[in-house]
């Protein structure tokens, strides 16, 4: 079946380290998103990409590094330079400027 | 990308018809509206979107304003089982660059026995 698939769904890091989410996608999709979601907030854009090694910076990109190397692969990296990491990420992917497909969300918890 | 404004939080009774408000008064005339909700810890899930014209599917209605700055989502009948945090959100429409998509808070939507 297409869809979206991140992973790990839970992940621990210890202070300092950096630690990288993957987000697959199957849908022949040009765009892909990354979001951080906080307890009780919205959803804020870290990064996205429209195009394979195409990316633009979201409203809270600092502490984060991604690459589109492939079409189907937006890996998100929460580098030591995060200060608050721990956060519930979700990745997202869309045909151009449509439907927004999001993948069920990797949860990150640092020590 | 136009900001969307919604409010924080509503109540329904279950059983009775849900409207939720959301306000995009700077929408541009290439953009659509779009809705989400997202259950506790899982990904927002579509559920229907708008250019001007009122939309309906199997989940919701969507009524847009004839000025396009503001929309109403319905949820006829609604059930326990949508209490759920909403987003509305705008976005270029088809065959052009979406650019950023921003989510702001949303309306915690509860439906109550």
């Known amino acids: 079946d297409g869809g979206i698939t991140q992973s790990p769904k839970y992940l621990f890091r210890k202070e300092g380290q950096n630690v990288t989410l993957s987000c697959e996608q199957n849908l022949n999709h040009d765009a892909m998103y990354w979001y951080r979601q906080d307890p009780g907030q919205g959803l804020r854009l870290i990064y996205y990409?429209?195009?394979?090694?195409?990316?633009q910076k979201g409203d809270i990109a600092e502490g984060y590094s991604v690459s589109r190397e492939k079409k189907e692969s937006f890996p998100l990296t929460v580098t030591s330079a995060q200060k608050n990491p721990t956060a519930f990420y979700l990745c997202a992917s869309a045909v151009r400027a449509g439907e927004l497909f999001f993948g069920e969300g990797s949860r990150l918890t640092v020590l | 990308d136009a900001k969307t404004t919604q409010p924080t939080s509503m109540d329904c009774a279950e059983g009775r018809a849900a409207n939720l408000p959301c306000n995009h008064s700077?929408?541009?005339?290439?953009?659509?509206v779009y809705w989400y909700r997202q259950i506790h810890s899982q990904g927002p899930q579509y559920i229907i979107h708008?250019?001007?014209n009122n939309e309906t599917n199997e989940m919701a209605s969507l009524i847009i304003t004839e000025d396009r700055k503001s929309s109403t989502l319905i949820l006829p009948h609604a059930t326990l089982r949508d209490t759920a945090v909403y987003y509305c959100?705008?976005?270029?429409?088809?065959?052009?660059?979406?650019?950023?998509?921003?989510f702001g808070d949303g309306t915690t939507l509860t439906v109550k026995p």
């Open positions: 700077t929408i541009s005339g290439n953009e659509y």
């Open positions: 990409s429209q195009i394979v090694n195409d990316f």
């Open positions: 959100i705008v976005r270029a429409i088809h065959n052009t660059n979406a650019g950023k998509s921003t």
């Open positions: 708008g250019l001007k």
